[in-house]
């Protein structure tokens, strides 16, 4: 699903390339891998508070935070949304989408006007297979971030865990009330 709302398609990419080489994922490709990196995506503005990419959507889109800060929500089953975090310059999103057809796991959303570059599945596996050294330095970089992710994600379910009230702590409070 393609969100229009205010979002803004930039034609002139040239003035760009600069901030997309600062983009992790595109840092240690040479001039030339970027040079095509960039003629393949698109650089995009959006409006405060407009979806870049929405839950449960499935799309083949991958990102690459420009200028400005997005928020990272997803939601709840009663359709409570909850902010995990906010993405800057630098920043990605939708790596998943990259290697698999899966559903968005949460709602991007701009927090203020910002500008993304973004480039379709296909046009990644067609730089792929006509790059593979650069392809070798890219990947490496993504499964490096999907890994800080996933060590993220597993701190916040040790803590989680950790404050988790188990039965023995149930029986103690009971034991304590009623023998006061």
């Given at each position: 699903m393609a969100y229009t709302g205010t979002m803004h398609i930039i034609e002139n990419k040239t003035q760009w390339e600069d901030l997309v080489g600062?983009?992790?994922?595109?840092?240690?490709?040479?001039?030339?891998?970027?040079?095509?990196?960039?003629k393949a995506g698109s650089i995009i503005t959006y409006e405060t508070d407009e979806i870049l990419a929405k839950e449960g959507e499935l799309e083949p889109w991958f990102f690459g935070i420009l200028e400005g800060t997005v928020s990272v929500s997803?939601?709840?089953?009663?359709?409570?949304?909850?902010?995990?975090?906010?993405?800057?310059?630098?920043?990605?999103f939708g790596e998943a989408g990259i290697f698999l057809n899966v559903p968005r796991t949460a709602t991007i959303t701009a927090m203020g006007p910002c500008t993304v570059f973004r480039i379709h599945r296909n046009d990644l596996s067609?730089?792929?297979?006509?790059?593979?050294?650069?392809?070798?330095?890219?990947?490496?970089?993504?499964?490096?971030?999907?890994?800080?992710?996933?060590r993220a994600a597993n701190l916040e379910l040790a803590f989680e865990?950790?404050?988790?009230?188990?039965?023995?702590?149930?029986d103690a409070m009971v034991d304590r009330i009623l023998n006061t």
């Open positions: 600062h983009i992790l994922t595109f840092k240690y490709l040479n001039k030339q891998e970027l040079s095509i990196i960039l997803v939601s709840e089953k009663n359709k409570k949304e909850t902010y995990m975090n906010s993405l800057g310059p630098g920043d990605i067609a730089f792929f297979k006509q790059n593979p050294v650069a392809t070798n330095k890219m990947l490496l970089v993504i499964i490096y971030g999907l890994l800080r992710k996933l865990r950790r404050e988790d009230i188990d039965q023995s702590d149930i």
